[in-house]
Each structure stands twice: as structure tokens, then as C-alpha cells.
């Protein structure tokens, strides 16, 4: 039932930002963003719960992406600074709409909505 809708991917030189968005069609628990480059496996990047209040970051984000949402318009954001090569990656939106699920937030598993993905490329 719900359809997520990605945007803000692109291409940025190491150190610039880029703010990726995730519109969502209905009601969501916690959301997060995942990210998978090319021969790798799918990471967990960043979530953010029902309300906003909490929000969880893998070690190499940390400092540098921040995620947040608003719910009156059911969109989550990733706003993604001093972006290093590194971080090149389809980057995907995900949400989680079972609420015994939702505190699993960096398991792909507990996700049962995934967006189209959006790439960042980050050059030298």
C-alpha cells in the first residue's frame, strides 16, 4: 500500500552536499536510508523513528549525514555533507509500517516498503 518516491541523487565533487528525499504515500513507523555500491552489499546508512525523535547513524556517517522527517508530509530526508568517494552508492529510502518490527531499524528485513534507490556519485 504504501509507495515510496525517491529524489535528490546526483553528482557532487568530495566535500560538497546533496539532500535526498523520500516522499511516502501512507503511514509509516521508522524510516531509514540504505545504501548498496557497486559489488557490495546493501549497507544501512541512516533511521529515524515514528516521531522523530530518535535517530540512529552507521560509524561512517556519523557527523556528516543527518537524517529528519516530516510527517505532515511523509517525507523522510538525508541531508549528506562533506561527501567523500567513498560514498558513492544507489542510495534507497525504506519504511517500516509493523510496529514490532520498527526497532530493528539498521536490519533490511524489518523495511516492508523500499524506494527506487537515487544515485550519488562522489568524484575526487
Known amino acids: 500500500q504504501v509507495q515510496l518516491v525517491e529524489s535528490g541523487g546526483g553528482l557532487v565533487q568530495a566535500g560538497g552536499s546533496l539532500r535526498l528525499s523520500c516522499a511516502a504515500s501512507?503511514?509509516?513507523?521508522?524510516m531509514g536510508w540504505f545504501r548498496q555500491a557497486p559489488g557490495r552489499e546493501r549497507e544501512f546508512v541512516a533511521a529515524?523513528?515514528?516521531?522523530?525523535?530518535?535517530?540512529w547513524y552507521v560509524d561512517s556517517v556519523k557527523g556528516r549525514f543527518t537524517i529528519s522527517r516530516d510527517n505532515a508530509k511523509n517525507t523522510v530526508y538525508l541531508q549528506t555533507n562533506s561527501l567523500k568517494p567513498e560514498d558513492t552508492a544507489v542510495y534507497y529510502c525504506?519504511?517500516?509500517?509493523?510496529?514490532?518490527?520498527?526497532?530493528?531499524?539498521?536490519?533490511?528485513?524489518?523495511?516492508?516498503?523500499w524506494g527506487q534507490g537515487t544515485q550519488v556519485t562522489v568524484s575526487s
Open positions: 525504506a519504511a517500516n509500517t509493523v510496529l514490532r518490527y520498527s526497532s530493528a531499524y539498521a536490519s533490511s528485513w524489518a523495511y516492508d516498503y
Open positions: 501512507g503511514r509509516t513507523f521508522t
Open positions: 529515524i523513528s515514528q516521531s522523530g525523535d530518535s535517530t
